[in-house]
């Protein structure tokens, strides 16, 4: 089915480590964003992109990397994991016209 | 630098009755103002936009907003709450134009409709 998935839905890990969350999309839309939801800050946007090959910075980008070598593929990698980072994080995409379409979410657990 | 605020953590309402959930924006040119909903342990989904045109807007569920460029607010309502509404809720905003901007959100509205 077309749509926007994020794997895993949960993940724990340790401080330091690297862990990456994926994000695929079956719209072949041009922009992907990362958000952040934390408990009273809302969606704070990490990092996004606009086409393959080209992204930029949010509001919150420190700790965090993203690449888009390909249109449907937007991983976000925490390259040291910090507890601050213990978050729900989204993915979502958009064409330029229509709204945003999310993924269901990773709830990701820093130990 | 565009913004957004819900000034409102929570609203309770009983069911039957009519909701309001406030949204105010700051942005230097035309804005596109959105709200989504987002049920437990989901992502958000889209509940109705502005980009131009008719100030009240109305989307999916019987949700309508209204556009006040003067106040520049953005508030969503629904003459009759459900049970079934009550989840949180998201306003957000982006600069007409700028393609290349991202959705900037609110901190979210916690609806509480009881039966």
């Known amino acids: 089915d077309a749509g926007i998935t994020q794997s895993p839905r949960y993940k724990i890990t340790e401080t330091g480590r690297q862990v990456t969350l994926m994000c695929h999309q079956t719209?072949?839309?041009?922009?992907m964003f990362w958000y952040r939801q934390d408990l009273g800050h809302g969606l704070r946007l990490i990092y996004y992109?606009?086409?393959?090959?080209?992204?930029d910075k949010g509001e919150v980008p420190d700790g965090y990397v993203v690449s888009r070598s390909k249109t449907e593929n937007f991983p976000l990698t925490l390259e040291s994991a910090t507890r601050s980072q213990t978050s729900v994080y989204f993915c979502?995409?958009?064409?330029?016209?229509?709204?945003?379409?999310f993924g269901n979410g990773t709830r990701l657990t820093v130990t | 630098a565009q913004s957004v605020a819900q000034p409102e953590d929570q609203v309770n309402v009983a069911e039957g009755n009519p909701l309001t959930v406030k949204c105010t924006y700051s942005?230097?040119?035309?804005?596109?103002l959105f709200w989504y909903v987002q049920y437990p342990n989901r992502g958000l989904q889209f509940l109705l936009k502005?980009?131009?045109?008719?100030?009240l807007v109305k989307g999916s569920y019987g949700f309508e907003a209204e556009f006040n460029k003067s106040q520049t607010s953005f508030h969503l309502k629904k003459p009759s709450a459900l049970v079934s509404d009550s989840a949180l809720y998201f306003c957000?905003?982006?600069?007409?134009?700028?393609?290349?901007?991202?959705?900037?959100f609110g901190k979210g509205t916690t609806l509480s409709v009881s039966s």
């Open positions: 979502a995409s958009w064409d330029g016209g229509s709204p945003l379409h």
């Open positions: 719209w072949s839309h041009s922009y």
């Open positions: 992109s606009a086409a393959a090959d080209i992204t």
């Open positions: 942005v230097s040119g035309n804005p596109y």
């Open positions: 502005y980009i131009t045109g008719d100030n």
């Open positions: 957000a905003v982006r600069e007409g134009g700028q393609a290349g901007t991202a959705l900037i």
